[in-house]
């Protein structure tokens, strides 16, 4: 779908004049910057350009002000965004001689299935790996695990595989990257995108051993990154 196909159809179901700004966010993937009557401007993530027509009929409520939380308008946008936007250019399946499991102080498939088996009932099947390279000696601050949702794939940093980390740390980074896998991302009045609402962090303390992780992190946190 082109821009303007894209914004001619919003238009027709949101009787709305547009204008319209496509954006390459990660957080606000969809804001009504400016809204005079009849006309709105409004700032769009390139993915919806390729939205089917649930989703802009999602999209028009939300300009017109009658979307709201937990409707069905609202689990449309939410599906739609957790599907797009970890990595709206990636390809849709995971290739295997990219996946590294093994790590030189953890086995990455051992810590998944431990997570998996104790807190999802053995029911995920997501793809995982160890990414980036070893050691804390000058680096700068890097991201522990990432999620991909549109692959299903959870992303290790291998600063993590290090002795310095304790498992129940590590186990930690891994679980909180499989709850976006459950949990979708919720959308706020400002049109930003929350990964870590309230319903995220609710199911991160379902994590046994949350309080020790949270402060081992927070008393060596100074000790990640040495400048």
Do not use: C
Not at 168 to 191: Q, R
């Amino acid at each position: 779908m082109t821009f303007l196909t894209f914004r001619e159809k919003l238009e027709e179901k949101s009787a709305l004049h547009l204008d319209l700004k496509v954006n390459k966010n990660r957080r606000t993937v969809l804001r009504v910057l400016e809204k005079r009557g009849r006309w709105v401007r409004l700032s769009a993530h390139k993915m919806f350009l390729d939205a089917p027509d649930e989703v802009i009929e999602a999209i028009s409520a939300y300009i017109r002000g009658s979307y709201r939380k937990n409707s069905p308008h609202d689990k449309v946008l939410k599906r739609y965004i957790h599907d797009q936007s970890e990595n709206h250019d990636a390809p849709d399946q995971v290739d295997p001689r990219g996946v590294v499991l093994d790590g030189r102080v953890y086995n990455l498939a051992e810590l998944y299935d431990e997570v998996n088996n104790t807190y999802f009932g053995g029911k995920l099947s997501l793809s995982y790996t160890w990414y980036g390279e070893h050691g804390r000696n000058n680096r700068r601050q890097v991201t522990f695990g990432q999620y991909v949702g549109r692959m299903q794939l959870v992303k290790m940093h291998r600063i993590l595989d290090d002795p310095f980390f304790p498992r129940v740390f590590v186990s930690f980074v891994l679980y909180h990257e499989m709850v976006h896998s459950v949990v979708l991302p919720t959308i706020d009045v400002y049109g930003r995108t929350r990964f870590h609402g309230s319903e995220f962090r609710e199911k991160e303390r379902e994590f046994a051993q949350y309080e020790e992780a949270r402060a081992w992190e927070k008393q060596n946190k100074h000790h990640f990154f040495r400048k």
